[in-house]
T-cell receptor
Framework: NAGVTQTPKFQVLKTGQSMTLQCAQD?????MSWYRQDPGMGLRLIHY???????DQGEVPNGYNVSRSTTEDFPLRLLSAAPSQTSVYFC?????????????FGSGTRLTVV | TQLLEQSPQFLSIQEGENLTVYCNSS?????LQWYRQEPGEGPVLLVT?????EVKKLKRLTFQFGDARKDSSLHITAAQPGDTGLYLC????????????FGAGTRLAVHP
């Protein structure tokens, strides 16, 4: 089915390790974003992209990098994992960067940093 | 402090009851969306409201956007166990790109 695909589904990292969370969408959406979800805090925006080659920071960007070389893919890199990055990460995409269009979310990556 | 405050945080009701959840802010939003999230899954869009005072209905769910575009409500009539989940409101501030700001959510449990 068309949609947003996130891999892996679960990951355990040791403090200081790096990794890349993958996100791919096949809906030709311009806008893609990464959120983290923590108990009692809702979803917080990490980074977003309004098109290939264009990225910008969200609310909580520290410790994360992104790139957008194609319309389909928007990977999130953790440079040096810390326990505070234990969370559930969601990738989302939308048809345009403007309002009124809803987001399509992936099913999430549950990351534990020990 | 959340820019979007949702209340109540938790709601546990019996099948057939009615309920309302609220999403409030001191900021004006150009649009507001409601999502439902089930365990282990990402949020799924229910509705988008864009005009102050707008009311939208989706079967037993009624969504309202406040006249001043600072608040919204979701009313469920005759709740069913299938309505169980986390309800999230998300707003887009006027101007700029589509950076949705999410509330912390209302966790609803409907018991048979």
């Amino acid at each position: 089915n068309a949609g947003v695909t996130q891999t892996p589904k679960f990951q355990v990292l040791k403090t200081g390790q790096s990794m890349t969370l993958q996100c791919a969408q096949d809906m030709n959406h311009e806008y893609m974003s990464w959120y983290r979800q923590d108990p009692g805090m809702g979803l917080r925006l990490i980074h977003y992209s309004v098109g290939a080659g264009i990225t910008d920071q969200g609310e909580v960007p520290n410790g994360y990098n992104v790139s957008r070389s194609t319309t389909e893919d928007f990977p999130l890199r953790l440079l040096s994992a810390a326990p505070s990055q234990t969370s559930v990460y969601f990738c989302a995409s939308s048809y345009t960067p403007t309002t009124n269009y809803g987001y399509t979310f992936g099913s999430g990556t549950r990351l534990t940093v020990v | 402090t959340q820019l979007l405050e949702q209340s109540p945080q938790f709601l546990s009701i019996q099948e057939g009851e009615n309920l309302t959840v609220y999403c409030n802010s001191s900021s004006v939003f150009s649009s507001l969306q409601w999502y439902r999230q089930e365990p282990g899954e990402g949020p799924v869009l229910l509705v988008t409201v864009v005009t102050g005072g707008e009311v939208k209905k989706l079967k037993r769910l009624t969504f309202q956007f406040g006249d001043a575009r600072k608040d919204s409500s979701l009313h469920i009539t005759a709740a069913q166990p299938g309505d169980t989940g986390l309800y999230l409101c998300a707003g887009s501030l006027s101007g700029g790109y589509n950076k949705l700001i999410f509330g912390a959510g209302t966790r609803l449990a409907v018991h048979p």
